[in-house]
Antibody
Framework: EVQLVESGGGLVKPGGSLRLSCAAS????????MAWVRQTPGKGLEWVGH??????????DYGSPVKGRFIISRDDSKDTLYLQMSSLKTDDTALYYC???????WGQGTLVTVSS | DIQMTQSPSSLSASVGDRVTITCRAS??????LGWYQQKPGKAPKRLVA???SLESGVPSRFSGSGSWREFTLTITSLQPEDFATYYC?????????FGGGTKVEIK
């Protein structure tokens, strides 16, 4: 069974940083493209970015609201996906989900609150 | 970015009703569209991929149709467990974009 478990969310001040993790199991992680999606009551669901598998180049792409501030990476030896968030803004407050390629399977989400 | 306009934003229906939800894309997306169901406190769950392919385990009362710019999710006989919020997602071009959601409530 495919499982994705996010962690690392919490309360952070504007301008601060936070790193989210997503532990994967039940599939061959190293061959999978992975994504982050966030959800807020106001803006709904928003694609944050994705990272390709290393065999396909391992490159990452980002949505405009986070480009230059967020970095997606992966550790295939640990079957773990990461989202490094910096220069956080109050608008980044959201529930963050990791998801498999094509957004077919999602984790349960981790809440990030950016507030002073 | 491609805009996905989903309608209605909410609806009230009774058990056994037929429900139809529509998503309209701001430009053609082929059949690169998925439908998701989200229940309170849970992650979205994909019901339909490629506009009309039902995911394994999804009841046959759900169906997806459409192509290019207009897509429909139909629930033929609404069941108590179907009360939830539904979203469409296009992945034809980056960034992938979601519809605003349709909340299906009990009448």
């Amino acid at each position: 069974e495919v499982q994705l478990v996010e962690s690392g969310g919490g309360l952070v001040k504007p301008g601060g940083s936070l790193r989210l993790s997503c532990a994967a199991s039940g599939f061959t992680f190293r061959d999978a493209h992975m994504a982050w999606v966030r959800q807020t009551p106001g803006k709904g669901l928003e694609w944050v970015g994705h990272i390709k598998s290393r065999p396909d180049g391992g490159t990452a792409d980002y949505g405009s609201p986070v480009k230059g501030r967020f970095i997606i990476s992966r550790d295939d030896s640990k079957d773990t996906l990461y989202l490094q968030m910096s220069s956080l803004k109050t608008d980044d407050t959201a529930l963050y989900y990791c998801a498999t390629s094509g957004l077919s399977t999602w984790g349960q989400g981790t809440l990030v609150t950016v507030s002073s | 970015d491609i805009q996905m306009t989903q309608s209605p934003s909410s609806l009230s229906a009774s058990v056994g009703d037929r429900v139809t939800i529509t998503c309209r894309a701001s430009q053609g997306i082929g059949n690169d569209l998925g439908w998701y169901q989200q229940k309170p406190g849970k992650a979205p769950k994909r019901l339909v991929a490629a506009a009309s392919s039902l995911e394994s385990g999804v009841p046959s009362r759900f169906s997806g149709s459409g192509s290019w710019r207009e897509f429909t999710l139909t629930i033929t006989s609404l069941q108590p467990e179907d009360f939830a919020t539904y979203y469409c997602l296009q992945h034809n071009s980056y960034p992938p974009t979601f519809g605003g959601g349709t909340k299906v409530e009990i009448k």
